[in-house]
């Protein structure tokens, strides 16, 4: 079966507060453009693989509820983690085992209001 994931975006209202948070925590520099009306930032990715995208634009409305997108903090998600709340943002759930097959998880209120998920195998 192929990856059900092949792309995801992430509602933001405000642009540039967002892109400094993702940045921020990430350490990484988003690509911008505009696609049709909507800014976008794009996470940055491998070739072929998953990613996604900050959008600014009408109909995208930051929430803490419906689908949570987890991303990539391999090989620890302490590091993003500590990141966060210096970068504007709020931790829900600290680091929190899952179990060995699985990992480690933790839920964040990003600048904007969305809860997003962290995951890391450590």
Sequence with gaps: MKNMINWFE?????????????E???QFKMETNVILGYKMGY???DEGK?????????????SVHGA???LNCQPDLSLQLS????AGGQIL??????SDDLG????????????VAFHSMA
């Design 83 to 86: 990141r966060v709340e210096s």
């Design 104 to 115: 480690y998880f933790a839920f964040v209120i990003d600048t904007e209001g969305n809860k």
């Design 24 to 26: 921020s925590v990430f």
């Design 10 to 22: 992430i509602a933001v209202d405000d642009f540039d507060r967002a892109k400094t948070f993702y």
């Design 50 to 62: 998953v990613s996604g995208a900050i959008v600014q634009g009408d109909g995208y409305k930051p």
């Design 68 to 70: 949570v997108v987890y």
């Design 43 to 45: 996470f940055s990715a």
């Design 93 to 98: 759930v600290p680091k929190t085992k899952i």
